[in-house]
């Protein structure tokens, strides 16, 4: 997160070099569906992503995105299975669980804009596709089990941009992301609906040279 963090106070540094693009830090909310709810089912408000956007034409830009999100859960005297280094049989265990999925996605993203760049709200419909590396872990007093892969990923997403003028916005957005299974299973199907809110900066010409 301090990485992410550092590199966005360097690339806003940089916004009054850049026609035509967009640089978005994005505070994030996410609640977990399918496989992954059943793995952790309480909502993440551990989440942010850095996105930088370059206008291809007046309403379609072409961009990519770093995030961040963690899934956290505390089971009670609960039941798991664990896998250990070495051996291949399953042992099941019963205890006080704490159940984490970290995942970092790694995504190309087009958006198409409603309206102009002139408007007071700017609504837009996006899709992103990548790569996300998720880490699974699951502790039962001493005793970790711990899987991390990479899952092919995407998510449409739908939101839009409030100026204030022409280098500062808000952005508001909604978006659905999916992984693959991965790890023959045990790296669950990824599913999570997300909130995001942040802040944009960008030049004040919303036009491709």
């Known amino acids: 997160m301090k990485k992410l963090l550092i590199i966005a106070i360097v690339l806003f540094g940089m916004s009054p070099l850049v026609k035509a693009q967009m640089l978005n830090l994005n505070y994030q909310i996410s609640v977990p569906l399918g496989d992954l709810k059943d793995f952790t089912d309480k909502a993440s408000f551990r989440g942010m992503d850095l996105e930088y956007h370059k206008f291809i034409t007046e309403r379609f830009s072409m961009g990519t995105a770093i995030g961040w999100n963690v899934f956290y859960q505390d089971k009670n005297h609960a039941t798991g299975d664990f896998r250990f280094k070495g051996n291949d049989n399953l042992y099941t265990m019963t205890g006080n669980q704490y159940r984490y999925v970290n995942t970092v996605p790694l995504t190309l993203i087009g958006r198409y804009f409603l309206t102009d ?3 007071a709200v700017q609504p837009f419909l996006g899709l992103g596709a990548g790569a996300r590396w998720t880490e699974k872990r699951l502790e039962i007093g001493q005793y970790t089990s711990t899987l991390s892969r990479w899952q ?6 739908i939101g839009m941009l409030v100026p ?3 280098q500062v916005a808000l952005n508001v957005g909604a978006r659905y992301s999916y992984g693959t299974k991965a790890s023959h299973g045990r ?3 990824f599913q999570s609906f997300t909130f995001s809110i942040g802040l944009v900066l960008m ?3 919303k036009t491709a040279e």
């Open 117 to 119: 760049g002139t408007s």
């Open 152 to 157: 092919f990923t995407f998510a449409p997403e």
């Open 164 to 166: 204030f003028n022409d």
């Open 187 to 189: 790296i669950p199907e």
């Open 203 to 205: 030049s004040n010409n």
